[in-house]
C-alpha cells in the first residue's frame, strides 16, 4: 500500500551535513506516522526521530540538537543531518505507519535504506 524510497546518503568528512529525503508513494494519505531509524553493523536498529500526526516528534538522545526531521507533504519527510561524527555511520531508513496498523489491518513499512559513512 506505501512505498518508501530513500535518498541522499553518502560519504562526509565529519563535522559535516546531509539531507536525508524519504519519497513515499501509494495510500500516502493513509500514513499515521514517519519517522527514519538506522543500523550500523554488529548493533540494532534504533529509532533516530519519528514525527507524528499533530506535529509531535521524538529523538534519540544522540542525535537532540543535531538531527532535524520535518514532513514537508503527505510524500516528503526529510532529515537533516548536521555535525556529522564518525559513530552516526550506518544505515538510514524510512518508516512508515499507517491509521490501520494500530488496528493490525496493515504491515510496518520500511525503504531499501540509504548508507551514512562519516569518515575522514
Known amino acids: 500500500q506505501v512505498h518508501l524510497v530513500e535518498s541522499g546518503g553518502g560519504l562526509v568528512q565529519p563535522g559535516g551535513s546531509l539531507r536525508l529525503s524519504c519519497a513515499a508513494s501509494g495510500s500516502i494519505f493513509s500514513i499515521a506516522s514517519v519517522g527514519w531509524y538506522r543500523q550500523a553493523p554488529g548493533k540494532p536498529r534504533e529509532s533516530v526521530a519519528v514525527?507524528?500526526?499533530?506535529?509531535?516528534t521524538n529523538y534519540t538522545d544522540s542525535v537532540k540538537g543535531r538531527f532535524t526531521i520535518s514532513r514537508e507533504d503527505a510524500r516528503s519527510t526529510l532529515l537533516q543531518i548536521n555535525s556529522l561524527k564518525p559513530e552516526d555511520t550506518a544505515v538510514y531508513y524510512c518508516?512508515?505507519?499507517?491509521?490501520?496498523?494500530?488496528?493490525?489491518?496493515?504491515?510496518?513499512?520500511w525503504g531499501q535504506g540509504t548508507q551514512v559513512t562519516v569518515s575522514s
Open positions: 514525527f507524528t500526526t499533530g506535529g509531535n
Open positions: 518508516n512508515a505507519r499507517t491509521f490501520e496498523y494500530r488496528l493490525g489491518y496493515s504491515p510496518d513499512y
